[in-house]
């Protein structure tokens, strides 16, 4: 009993407290990898079709675009905020296979930036030109999205 009331004398309610809700706290993520793969991938298909649609070409259906995200977290895990890696496989308006890989900063909100791996990637830089000439922000090279967390 002696050694419990110096234990809580030196460490002071503050910290006991701190400790108490951390370990309460301490819980399986809502941030999983079917989370975030079924959000980027809706996200993804909604801005495939807007891009579609801003840029003049034939336009494509949000229901017509089809896309499969594979998505871990950057250490190797499959739950969590922090970085992630997506990998999306979807098909385009001339229905070819498309692989582009996305890098994620996922936060414990359910909210995330995706910005594509720009080395591997067909769909441009951070800007493309249209036929006119006039140059836009390409809306699939980096986004924002968020996903219900609860």
């Known amino acids: 009993m002696r050694l419990r009331r110096v234990f809580r004398l030196c460490l002071g309610p503050e910290l006991i407290t701190a400790l108490a809700l951390a370990s309460v706290s301490c819980g399986s993520s809502p941030i999983t990898s079917s989370r975030v793969e079924a959000a980027i991938g809706h ?4 801005l495939v079709h807007a ?17 499969a995200a594979s998505c871990y977290r950057s250490n190797g895990g499959t739950v969590g905020a922090g970085e ?3 990998t999306l496989v979807w098909h385009g308006p001339n229905q ?5 890989t996305y890098d994620l900063s996922v936060g414990t909100d359910g909210c995330y930036t995706a910005v594509v791996d720009a080395a591997e990637s067909q769909l441009g830089g951070p800007t493309i030109k249209m036929t006119d000439g006039t140059t ?14 609860t």
Not at 51 to 65: A, E, F
Not at 96 to 100: K, R
Not at 136 to 149: A, I, K, P, Q
């Open 51 to 67: 891009q579609l649609t801003r840029t003049g070409l034939s336009p494509l259906p949000v229901s017509d675009i089809t896309v």
């Open 96 to 100: 070819a296979t498309l692989h582009d």
């Open 84 to 86: 992630w890696v997506c």
């Open 136 to 149: 836009v922000r390409n809306l699939l090279y980096s986004f924002d999205g968020c996903f219900d967390t």
């Open 43 to 46: 996200n993804f298909a909604n």
